[in-house]
């Protein structure tokens, strides 16, 4: 079945920092790749994400590449801010049945001044 | 646009004590989800609805019922509440014509069953 794996955390980095969380997944077709993110006491919301091959979601200084070859999914944000500090999944959705979504364990990110 | 709403947000529950969360969207989505988050362990599908009148499991439904007669409300019952049922339970809704499929969040409830 579905599966996707992220590094597991917490990440602590530093105001301004580079941020990585990778993320890589298995599926039978070919899926969407999403990214969410959780902020402290709230639900999940979409952070960004990408339809097919190649295709690079961004949103609020974020980034992420559909890599096929690597199924990969890797986030970046080239310089991080406190606020940026909560859960992040990685997540993958088929396009068949119930339109299932299938999400990492989640990875912590906390930014210190 | 309230999106989705979730309540009650926090609960304690003694052994065997049975209760509903409630969860609504303004939003027509077809799709709507229950999961629940425990620590470290991501998001685990209880149940779904595609639709008003059709519910089916997801990966954990031992414990849990639900029903949809509406678009708008998909609640959660436990009937005997149990230990193992102290997690935090998200719901979500999707809109089932969008190609690729992003998905809806409430707040969350956080049950705890002493």
């Known amino acids: 079945g579905d599966s996707v794996t992220q590094m597991e955390g917490p990440v602590t980095l530093s105001e301004e920092a580079f941020l990585t969380i990778n993320c890589t997944y298995t599926a039978t077709g070919y899926p969407s790749l999403f990214w969410y993110v959780q902020y402290p006491g709230e639900g999940l919301q979409l952070l960004l994400k990408?339809?097919?091959?190649?295709d690079k979601g961004s949103n609020k200084g974020f980034e992420a590449t559909y890599r096929k070859e690597t199924t990969s999914f890797h986030l970046e944000k080239g310089s991080v801010q406190v606020s940026d500090s909560a859960v992040y999944f990685c997540?993958?959705?088929?396009?068949?049945?119930?339109?299932?979504?299938?999400f990492g364990t989640g990875t912590k990110l906390q930014v210190i001044p | 646009n309230a999106g989705v709403t979730q309540t009650p947000k926090f609960r304690i529950l003694k052994i065997g004590q049975s209760m509903t969360l409630q969860c609504t969207q303004d939003m027509n989505h077809n799709y709507m989800y229950w999961y629940r988050q425990d620590p470290g362990m991501g998001l685990k599908l209880i149940y779904y609805s595609v639709g008003a009148g059709i519910t089916d499991k997801g990966e954990v439904p031992n414990g849990y019922n639900v029903s949809r007669s509406t678009t708008e409300d998909f609640p959660l019952r436990l009937e005997l509440a149990a230990p193992s049922q102290t997690s935090v339970y998200f719901c979500?809704?999707?809109?089932?014509?969008?190609?690729?499929?992003?998905?809806?969040f409430g707040p969350g409830t956080r049950l705890t069953v002493l």
């Open positions: 990408a339809t097919k091959a190649d």
């Open positions: 979500a809704s999707s809109n089932a014509r969008r190609e690729h499929n992003e998905q809806f």
């Open positions: 997540a993958l959705s088929d396009l068949g049945g119930y339109q299932k979504v299938t």
